[in-house]
């Protein structure tokens, strides 16, 4: 059976999309790894400029309302800890590499904010 030209054009074609598509998904899983890396180790600016590249890959934009959040964060001032407490309370942050973070920093914000809360409400 002989091949005919455009046949191989096709299959040619088909190929180079395939290739083109694949390093894209490569290359978004790569900038998505290193962003939530970034994250984990409190590197927020780091973790917002590879969020910025991603556009809408997976949850890319809840990370950054997240990492925008926690960049201003300031466990010695309140209104820092305030909006922060108030900001995460609105995100939906499902994530499971990253759990263990998002549970760790709401609970050291909410802590902070319920203590000044009680403590503001005393005097």
């Known amino acids: 059976m002989k091949v005919l030209p455009i046949e191989k054009f096709i299959i040619y074609s088909i190929i180079i999309l395939t290739l083109i598509f694949s390093a894209s998904l490569i290359r978004d899983y790569a900038v998505y790894s290193s962003a939530t890396a970034d ?60 759990n263990e973070v998002f549970a760790k920093t709401t609970t050291e914000v909410e802590t902070l904010y319920k203590h000044y809360d009680v403590t503001l409400s005393t005097k």
Do not use: P, W
């Not at 590197?43 to 997976?58: P, Q, T, V």
């Not at 309370?89 to 590499?97: A, H, R």
């Open 39 to 98: 994250i984990k180790n409190g590197e927020y600016l780091n973790a917002i400029d590879s969020l910025e590249r991603l556009g809408g890959y997976k949850d890319a934009e809840t990370l950054k309302v997240y990492c925008e959040i926690m960049k201003e964060y300031d466990a010695q001032d309140f209104i820092s800890i305030y909006h922060c407490y108030r900001g995460l309370s609105k995100l939906e942050l499902d994530n499971k590499s990253l």
